[in-house]
């Protein structure tokens, strides 16, 4: 930890009020009023500035040209550790925690609200106003000092730190990201949504393709004027037809046997790719040939991203090949092979499973199984909660070549059904049943259904287990995968090299051609280091797969 620690009480005047802080959180001198923050950190980027949101203050900062190598996110950490002190979802800004700490009323979080799509950030007319996170310089100086308190009294003090750490450096990430904006080719753009939808219309409303196969099942169904993108009008339909579904998702209508279901699996999958990524999207999301986002860092129960507007985390495979560098530069493309089967190896330290969890193919590397399939249905469905039918047998293989990684998860599962929490590697804690987000509280990031556990039946008993079954597995994967972008973008601090996308265990770097070569190694160290800092030595190894590309689509998978 850095020496310097500085307390930021920003305002939104450009100005903020700092005081230095001891290691304990005490302060030791007296607040000064600076009135320009970012020439401040300008000045001393030795310090680690704790401050209410890096959300809401950074950006600002990045305007002057300023970058902060550290910082401490108190928002985050206060939903960390509300969430380890077993109160899933409390309010977590700064004013909540000064009231819990001098026992006050704890007002509510300020609601979320989707990102403006660049270039329309500006203040609606009598609209409510946007900004800096508000709180004095006694609010966050004993916020911090109460924090390192709390974090000092949970299981693991030293694992708590690292993931306190890993998440306020993903802020600073996320923000920069969203900033820098992903690389976006409107003309191949362009092609790519002509070939698949058909010309764009003059006048609006759907491409050709979509009029074309929005006839066809009119047609086949003998419903005119049926809008294929309507659920309760597709079920109708349906219906008339002989054909009663509980819903109109892909994977239902797959086991439906009827001319109609091809061309409206084949809308639906236009239609998504029309509203989500079509050419209203680029005019929205997309400025000066770059897309920016709105990241959000931990977004997701298990610690993994999501975003508030753009849907970055859903670009769809077609239209990959509109992520292209510019000229003199190439994209760096990366994913972690088999992440969370070698978490699970790091984790549970079972001796066969680090061993198969080499630089190879770890399905190929499991003993006792007839084949790579079947060691792998066996793995991922320890995971995964798929412990009956066709995959027992092989389970119990598993269970009996690889105990300890086998009891991680079944005392996970059990820990759920019983109503228990349970924690990840650096002590994320999930939800309690019921306690989980609902589907508006996310605008595009998945998020983990644990609010199907009710605990008076079997059936939520076994639905809570497979949820926590789960977690500690994919929230350590968020985990290695927040350290790692950490590791990377403090390697390349000085390097012609920017992270210009993140998702779950995939990274894209934008560099110069000349370093492209050094930075695909670098991520490779750092997976390592990463796999260093939290486990230990373990045998592990985090393969980082890593390509030089022109264009996204060309990073093909090995």
């Known amino acids: 930890m850095s020496s310097v620690i500085v307390a930021v009480a920003p305002d939104r005047s450009g100005g903020a009020v700092v005081q230095p802080l001891g290691p304990d959180g005490a302060p030791t001198a007296e607040p000064r009023r600076v009135a320009d923050l970012a020439a401040e950190l300008r000045a001393r980027p030795e310090a680690r500035w704790v401050w209410p949101s890096t959300e809401s203050a950074y950006p600002a900062i990045l305007d002057a040209a300023v970058r902060v190598p550290r910082c401490h996110d108190l928002e985050m950490t ?5 969430g380890a002190e077993g109160e899933w979802g409390a309010p977590r800004s700064v004013a909540a925690a000064w009231a819990r700490l001098t ?55 030293a694992r708590f730190r690292m993931l306190v750490a890993a998440e306020s450096a993903s802020a600073l990430i996320a923000v920069e990201m969203g900033r820098a904006g992903l690389p976006w080719h409107a003309p191949t753009h362009d092609e790519l949504l002509t070939d698949l939808l058909g010309a764009r219309r003059p006048a609006g409303g759907p491409p050709q393709k ?28 349906l219906r008339k037809a002989g054909i009663d579904v509980p819903n109109t998702r892909a994977w239902v209508l797959k086991q439906v046997e009827h001319p109609a279901i091809e061309p ?90 680090c061993k ?7 399905y190929t590397g499991l003993e006792g199984f007839a084949d790579r399939a079947t060691a792998k249905v066996a793995l991922l469905g320890a995971m995964y909660g798929q412990t009956g ?32 929490l349970v924690r990840s590697w650096l002590g994320r804690t999930c939800p309690r049943p019921g306690g989980g987000p609902t589907a508006g509280d996310l605008a595009d990031g998945e998020w983990f259904n644990s ?55 995939e990274v894209i770097l934008d560099c110069s051609h000349s370093c492209a070569d050094d930075v ?17 030595s373990t045998g592990v190894h985090f393969v980082m797969d890593a390509k030089v590309v022109e264009a996204y689509s060309d990073a093909k998978p090995s």
């Open 389 to 420: 039918g066709q995959a027992a047998p092989a389970l119990a293989v598993l269970k009996g070549r690889y105990p300890r990684a086998w009891a991680v998860v079944e005392e996970a599962a059990r820990t759920g059904e019983s109503g228990g």
């Open 520 to 536: 695909a190694v670098v991520l490779q160290e750092c997976a390592d280091e990463a796999g260093r800092l939290m486990f230990g």
């Open 264 to 353: 409206i699996l084949h809308y639906k999958e236009l239609y998504r790719i029309w509203t989500a990524h079509g050419w209203s999207w680029r005019q929205q999301w997309v400025r000066d040939g770059r897309f920016h986002p709105a990241y959000v860092p931990g977004g997701v129960v298990s610690g993994r991203w999501a975003t508030r507007g753009g849907g970055a985390l859903q670009i769809p495979a077609v239209l990959r090949a509109a992520v292209r560098a510019d000229p003199g530069r190439r994209l760096v493309v990366a994913d972690a092979g088999q992440l969370e089967p070698r978490i699970l190896a790091a984790v549970s330290r079972d001796p066969g499973l």
């Open 103 to 157: 026992g006050g009323p704890v007002p509510p979080d300020p609601p979320v609200r989707q990102a403006a799509p660049p270039g329309e950030a500006q203040e609606a007319l009598f609209g409510e106003p946007s900004g800096v996170a508000e709180a004095t310089i006694e609010q966050v100086a004993a916020v911090y000092a109460d924090q390192l308190k709390r974090i000092a009294a949970t299981a693991d003090p």
């Open 210 to 237: 979509l009029v074309e196969l929005t006839e066809q099942i009119c047609h086949l169904l003998a419903s005119p004027g049926l809008h294929p993108d309507s659920p309760a009008e597709l079920r109708r339909a």
């Open 451 to 505: 609010r199907d556990g009710d605990l008076r039946t079997s059936a939520g008993q076994r639905a809570r287990g497979r949820f926590t079954r789960n977690f500690v597995i994919q929230a350590t994967a968020a985990e290695w995968a927040a350290t790692l972008l950490a590791l990377v973008r403090s390697r390349l601090w000085e390097v012609d090299a920017e992270l210009v996308f993140f998702q779950h265990d």
């Open 356 to 362: 198969a969890a080499g630089p190879g193919d770890i």
């Open 78 to 82: 206060e939903a960390l550790l509300v």
